[in-house]
C-alpha cells in the first residue's frame, strides 16, 4: 500500500524523519510531499527541502520514499498520485485536534481518503519546524555557530543554508 506523508518540512526534522521510519512499518511504499503553507513563509526553497529529505533518508537507509513537490490541495494531489493513505504525526492534543479536522475536510474532498495517525515518540515529541527555524534564523543573523543543533535536524539537513 501507498501513503503520502505530506508537509512544509521547512526544515526537516528528526521528528519528521522518525515519523517516514515508522510509517515504512506500515506501508509498502511512501510519499513525502513537500506542499505550500500559505500560512508559513519559507525558510528553505521547496527544492532544498526536497534534496534535504532525500539525503536524510538516504543516509538512514530508508528506502521506499519519494519525495515531491506540490502547491495545490492535499486531496487534489492524493487523487493524483493514486492514492487514499495519508500519514499524519501527532505530538500533542492540540495537533489532534487541527490534524482530525484536516482529515474530516480531506475526506470530504476526497471521499475514501483516509488518515492515520502516528504518535510521536517521547525523544522527538517536543520538536517543530518552527522552532528549529527560529533557532536557525537567529544563529544566522547573529553568525553565530553552529547555526542549528543536531538534535533536532538530521546531517544533511544541518549542512544546507537557507536561501535568503
Not at 500519514?87 to 488518515?115: F, K
Request: hydrophobic letters at 40%; glycine letters at 8%; one cysteine or more.
Amino acid at each position: 500500500m501507498k501513503a503520502i506523508y505530506a508537509g512544509s518540512f521547512d526544515p526537516l526534522t528528526l521528528g519528521h524523519l522518525d515519523l517516514i521510519r515508522r510509517a515504512l512499518n506500515v506501508v509498502d511504499e511512501l510519499v513525502v510531499a513537500i506542499l505550500h503553507n500559505p500560512y508559513k513563509p519559507g525558510f528553505f526553497t521547496p527544492g532544498q527541502r526536497a534534496e534535504m529529505i532525500g539525503e536524510a533518508c538516504a543516509d538512514a537507509g530508508l528506502r521506499r520514499v519519494t519525495v515531491a513537490v506540490d502547491e495545490g490541495l492535499l486531496a487534489d494531489f492524493a487523487r493524483k498520485q493514486g492514492c487514499s493513505l495519508l500519514i499524519r504525526g501527532l505530538r500533542n492534543c492540540q495537533d489532534l485536534e487541527s490534524e482530525s479536522a484536516m482529515a474530516r475536510a480531506n475526506a470530504l474532498l476526497a471521499p475514501g481518503l483516509e488518515t492515520i495517525f502516528l504518535v510521536a515518540g517521547s525523544d522527538t515529541a517536543g520538536i517543530s519546524s518552527s522552532l528549529t527555524t527560529g533557532r536557525a534564523s537567529r544563529c544566522v543573523r547573529t553568525m553565530s555557530t553552529p547555526w542549528t543543533t543536531r538534535t533536532w535536524r538530521p546531517t544533511p539537513c544541518a549542512r544546507t543554508r537557507p536561501s535568503t
